[in-house]
DNA sequence: ATGACGATTGGAAATCGA
């Protein structure tokens, strides 16, 4: 069984892409993150025609998160239960599903914005929400994992250059402490293999030559729980999906299973 | 080649992204 989780920057943007890349892959399950539509608008049609059923939290043209499955999609769940409002509003970010033997979220972690921010305190109140919302799964028997956009580099290996990061949001000890407060919990971290170069980025800006200079982090991640990780047979970011014309500024991470 | 930011809303310029 094949998943993955994708940033994919607008679903309708990348739609032609998506259906290629869904093909080419062989994937069963994907995370999508970013899908900036709302859920009227959403591709569920097309997805249909080539086999695969779709769950979407999406209200328009900020955030959005979906399931797309072609082994089931049962018991959606959309939205974290608990999560913070902000300004007002609960944001589309997270929605869970079961997709045969395994439960999976796909989530969007608030960026942040700015340290001390009203944005970044938001981000760490989702982030323990979500910790909240995730410990009974991650301590039970059924295979599980959250995978998405955590807008978080776990260590500094996972930035090319810490240095230009200093004081910035992505890296701050509050952020990854996030992360370990999440890990505690059961899961731990499935760390892809690089397709070229040493470190297995997901995210290179569109800016400046990013990607061809293999400036890059490593933010989408997969945490799993034990049954999880202990089905992982391989896993590796798709590096080749970022790159052309049309491509999302992040890539693929995929994520090969034994259940 | 992997190449100098892209998507959405709205119908220009602002906002967001990380």
Redesign the pocket.
């Known amino acids: 069984m094949r998943i993955a989780t994708w ?1 994919v ?2 679903i ?3 739609l032609p892409r998506l259906l290629a890349w869904l093909e080419k892959s062989g994937t069963d399950v994907l995370c999508v993150q ?1 899908t ?3 859920a009227e608008a959403f591709p569920a049609e097309a997805l249909r025609e080539v086999g695969y059923e779709s769950a979407v939290n999406a209200t ?4 959005g998160v979906a399931l797309i499955s072609r082994v089931g999609l049962d018991d959606v769940v959309p939205g974290l239960p608990g999560g913070p409002d902000y300004d007002g509003v609960t944001e589309p970010r997270a929605i869970s599903a079961t997709c045969g033997p395994v439960r999976l979220w796909s989530v ?1 972690v ?2 942040g ?2 340290v001390g921010h009203d ?1 970044y305190t938001y981000k760490l109140r989702w982030f323990e929400a979500l910790r909240a919302a995730v410990s009974d799964d991650a301590a039970g028997p059924r295979p599980f994992a959250v995978l998405g ?1 955590y ?1 978080v ?1 776990p260590t500094d290996d996972d930035v090319w250059d810490p240095t230009v990061f200093e004081d ?3 890296v701050t000890a509050p952020e990854r402490d996030a992360l370990t407060a999440l890990r505690s919990t059961g899961l731990s971290d499935v760390v892809p293999r690089p397709l ?1 170069y040493e470190r297995p980025y997901t ?1 290179w ?5 990013a ?4 400036r890059g ?1 490593r ?1 989408d991640l997969v945490y799993g729980n034990e049954p999880f990780a202990k089905a992982v047979s391989d896993s590796y970011v798709d590096r080749e999906e ?6 999302s ?2 890539a693929p991470v995929v994520v090969d299973l034994d259940v």
């Open positions: 940033n920057n607008s309708t943007a990348r970013e900036k539509t709302t328009g043209r900020w955030n969007y608030p960026n914005r700015e944005h956009d807008n580099a910035s949001t992505h070229k995210y800006d569109y800016r400046q030559l990607f061809p200079k293999n982090m933010i970022r790159k052309g014309k049309g491509a500024d992040h």
